[in-house]
C-alpha cells in the first residue's frame, strides 16, 4: 500500500499550504520512492531558481537530501527538514521542507556561495533577502508538530478505510491542537519571566553606575544580561504567534474531518 492509497491528498494538501502559511516555511510530502504527492507550498527562488540550477549546488542539494534527517543545515547556509511519515512501524514517505534562515544572514558570506557554485551575487543576495527567518528551536518544533500532523492525518484515513469511522483518531487531532495551545501558553510565561529579567538588568545596572568604578564590571554584565532577556523575548513571541497559527490550522483540518465522508 502506498501513500496516495491511504490519504485525502486535498486533505493533506491544505494541511501542507495552511502550515507554510503559518510558518512561513516550505513544505511539500514525498512517497517512499522520494515522489512528490503534494504541490511544493512557498518553496523559494533562493532555493529552486538558483542554488538547484546551479550544477555543483544541485549536486550538494541531492547530497543534502539523502543524507538530512530532522531539522539540519544545508550546503547554501539554510536550515531544512526531512520528517517521516510512520504508521504501524511502516515508513509511507517523508515531509520536507524547511528553506529558512536561522539567524540573520551574513551576505557576504553568501556572495562567496554564488561564486563558489557560479550563480549571479546580486540576484542571489536579492533572492536571499526574501527568505523568512526563524530561530532554530522555533524551526526544529514547527518541523516536528507538522510530523506529527501529517502521521495523524494518515493514521485517521489508513485506520478509517480498514475498521470503518475511528472517533478516536479524531482526539488525536484534538490532542495536536492542545499541544500547540501548551505550547503558546508556557512560551507566554517565559516570555514574562524575560520581561522581569530585563527590568532587574536595567536596576542592576543602575545600582551598578551608582557605585562608579567599582560597579564597572558588574554592569557590563547587567547590560549583557539585559539583552539576552530581550533576544529570549524575541525568540517566544515567534513560538507563540508559529503556535497560534498551527492551532487554528488544526482546528480547520478537524473540522473538515468531521464534515467529510470516508
Given at each position: ?144 508538530l507538522l510530523r506529527e500532523l501529517v502521521k495523524n492525518l ?30 503558546a501558553s508556557k512560551a507566554r510565561d517565559l516570555k514574562r ?63 473538515d474531518l468531521k464534515e467529510s465522508p470516508l
Amino acid at each position: 500500500m502506498e501513500l496516495l492509497d491511504i490519504i485525502d491528498l486535498k486533505q493533506l494538501q491544505q494541511m501542507q499550504d495552511c502550515f507554510s502559511q503559518a510558518t512561513g516555511m516550505a513544505a511539500v510530502t514525498v512517497d517512499r520512492k522520494g515522489s512528490f504527492v503534494t504541490k511544493p507550498s512557498n518553496f523559494t527562488d533562493f532555493c529552486m531558481k538558483y542554488t538547484r540550477n546551479s550544477p555543483l549546488g544541485a549536486q550538494r542539494c541531492a547530497q543534502c537530501d539523502a543524507e538530512g534527517k530532522g531539522a539540519y543545515s544545508c550546503h547554501a547556509g539554510l536550515m531544512d527538514f526531512a520528517e517521516p511519515i510512520i504508521v504501524d512501524g511502516v515508513q509511507y514517505g517523508n515531509v520536507l521542507g524547511g528553506q529558512v534562515l536561522p539567524r540573520e544572514p551574513d551576505e557576504a558570506q553568501f556572495r562567496a556561495v554564488a561564486q563558489e557554485l557560479g550563480i549571479p551575487e546580486d540576484s542571489y543576495i536579492e533572492a536571499l533577502r526574501k527568505v523568512t527567518v526563524r530561530s532554530e528551536q522555533s524551526i526544529r518544533a514547527s518541523a516536528a508538530l507538522l510530523r506529527e500532523l501529517v502521521k495523524n492525518l494518515v493514521a485517521y484515513h489508513f485506520i478509517a478505510r480498514r475498521s470503518g469511522y475511528m472517533p478516536e483518531m479524531l482526539e488525536e487531532i484534538s490532542s495536536m491542537g492542545k499541544c500547540s495551545r501548551d505550547i503558546a501558553s508556557k512560551a507566554r510565561d517565559l516570555k514574562r519571566v524575560s520581561t522581569q529579567q530585563r527590568l532587574l538588568s536595567i536596576n542592576a545596572a543602575i545600582e551598578a553606575g551608582r557605585a562608579g568604578d567599582a560597579g564597572k564590571g558588574f554592569r557590563i554584565v547587567a547590560n549583557q544580561m539585559g539583552e539576552l532577556a530581550e533576544s529570549s523575548a524575541a525568540i517566544y513571541e515567534t513560538i507563540i504567534e508559529d503556535s497560534d497559527n498551527i492551532y487554528t490550522s488544526v482546528k480547520h483540518l478537524e473540522n473538515d474531518l468531521k464534515e467529510s465522508p470516508l
